[in-house]
């Protein structure tokens, strides 16, 4: 199992590493401050409301709650390749533990990496508004990663067992 | 550096351990310091000032529109920066964990691994400290912190590069067995794994509720009061605004006990990797750490929980986070006592 474990790792750090480049890009281009929905962006329609009540304002509305989903999505997209990344090296770190358990486990290592870039891309195509798309890649990489971190759960701790102090 | 001497005097691995054990304990204490103090008092104002911005829009009174939405985004730029400082703190700390226990094996100079694990740490305190200074002493703080993420994304570039690069690295698999066998750190691998599949699979559950049900009646929410307000109908606009801003909580709530639930799940792990530099009695490592474990395991459910006991659930959550703290505190002073040793056994070998 040990020749899996430096690919592992470098899935991970390159998940990482897109992560922090993608959330300093957003930053510096779009917004340096994390909101889930940006409720002080609503403003201008309450202010154009007080000015003068008859406003048609539902243009403006759906505009704000479009930048506030693609704000959301973009957040979401950075957090998760980072954490999905940390956890590859992690995995990666374990890799040889299951070489001690029955089976050898290297369909589940190549399984999790590919359901660790899976899910953060998914995310990624819903933050560039291909949304569809994006929510089922998504879907697929989480639906992937619990599986095979559910089995990979089991075999770690069957091997964990083999260790004695 | 042979890959058997995982924390050698002042090397990259100890520094970034260090770094990353301190961030993770300032980033949680900077948690406690924001639910207590700045998010509860916050939430309340905002939900008054917003109930304000109703009332003065229904009435054509744009100036106190203005001067509401003036208090609205002040308070939630400071929580917004001070929630930033605290996540990305507990991110820069786990990753700097990580990136401790793969030195070893980067076919770098020991030089140069201290260059980037300097800069990660710099970079790191930069990015955080410009984000929460950047409140109350102006944007300018704001580029200081994009100088930091620029750092340490070097950093970490430069490890990844490192590994990509052909020449021969010593592999990590010959200690991964010593490293797991005191019974503290298998116990914390396999809680750990389940922490993070827990909190993986809630994520899944509800990021399902989230898009279907709570994200549409946020929008709802917000729609309606605009309307109302459109309308003149300051009742209808009035139980909107106070819908939008309990589905705003809702949802970051739940969203804080999923990624609380799968950070405490990765420190976990990680910190069964350390557990044989915490000089401490087998039996005290592992009380430590199932100390944590239960900290680490109640707190998102508390954090959950608050979504529908209010603060009562938030004051558990706090009790279970300060358990989270005093494990981390005692494997603190269990690896200083090691590196004190350590460094003792070098100086008399010398």
């Known amino acids: 199992m040990d020749r899996y474990q430096k690919p592992v790792v470098i899935a991970g750090l390159a998940l990482i590493v897109a992560g922090l480049l993608f959330g300093l890009v957003f930053a510096y281009v779009v917004d340096h401050q994390a909101r889930l929905v940006a409720a002080d962006a609503y403003q201008p329609v309450f202010q154009l409301l007080g000015e003068n009540p008859a406003t048609d304002w539902r243009g403006l509305q759906e505009k704000i709650n479009a930048q506030s989903l693609t704000h959301a999505s973009a957040i979401t997209f950075h957090a998760h390749s980072i954490n999905m990344g940390v956890l590859l090296i992690l995995i990666g770190l374990l890799v040889p533990l299951l070489g001690r358990a029955q089976g050898s486990g290297a369909a589940l290592v190549v399984g999790f990496v590919v359901a660790a870039c899976l899910y953060p891309a998914g995310l990624l195509l819903i933050a560039l508004k291909v949304k569809f798309l994006g929510e089922v890649v998504a879907a697929l990489g989480a639906g992937l990663a619990i599986a095979v971190l559910a089995l990979l759960f089991l075999k770690f701790s069957a091997a964990l067992k083999t260790i004695s102090e | ?350």
């Open chain 2, 1 to 350: 550096m042979p890959a058997s001497v995982p924390f050698g005097r002042l090397d990259s691995s100890r520094l970034l351990a260090l770094g990353g054990i301190c961030m993770v304990l300032i980033a949680m204490l900077l948690g406690e310091i924001y639910a207590i103090y700045i998010s509860h008092v916050a939430n309340g104002i905002i939900r008054q000032s917003w109930t304000a911005v109703v009332e003065a829009a229904t009435q054509g009174n744009a100036f106190a529109v203005e001067e509401n939405f003036a208090v609205i985004q002040d308070l939630t730029e400071k929580r917004g920066r001070t929630m930033n400082t605290h996540s990305h703190l507990g991110a820069f700390g786990l990753l700097a964990l990580v990136l401790a226990f793969i030195q070893p094996v980067l076919p770098l100079t020991d030089r140069r691994k201290r260059q980037f694990a300097v800069m990660f740490l710099l970079g790191a305190v930069l990015q955080s400290g410009g984000v929460y200074v950047s409140y109350y002493v102006g944007r300018w703080a704001v580029y200081l912190a994009d100088v930091g993420a620029v750092l340490f994304i070097i950093a970490v570039g430069g490890n990844l590069m490192a590994l990509l690069s052909r020449q021969p690295a010593p592999s990590l698999s010959e200690t991964l067995l010593v490293q797991l066998a005191p019974s503290a750190s298998r116990f914390l691998v396999k809680a750990g794994l389940l922490l993070i599949l827990a909190g993986m699979v809630f994520g899944l559950y509800y990021s399902w509720g989230l898009v279907s049900v709570d994200r549409p009646a946020v929008f709802s929410a917000i729609d309606a009061t605009v309307e109302g307000v459109a309308n003149q109908d300051a009742a209808t606009a009035g139980e909107s605004i106070a819908q939008f801003k309990r589905m705003q909580s809702k949802i970051a709530i739940t969203a804080a006990a999923h990624s609380h639930a799968i950070e405490f799940g990765l420190i976990i792990i990680l910190l069964a990797f350390i557990q044989r530099y915490v000089l401490l009695d087998d039996a005290w490592r592992l009380r430590w750490a199932r100390v944590l474990a239960v900290g680490a395991y109640l707190l998102p459910v508390c954090v959950y929980l608050a979504t529908m006991y209010g603060l009562r659930a938030a004051a558990f959550a706090d009790l279970f986070g300060g358990m989270v703290m005093l494990g981390l505190i005692a494997m603190g002073f269990g690896i200083v006592r090691y590196t004190g040793a350590a460094d003792l056994k070098s100086v008399k070998a010398e």
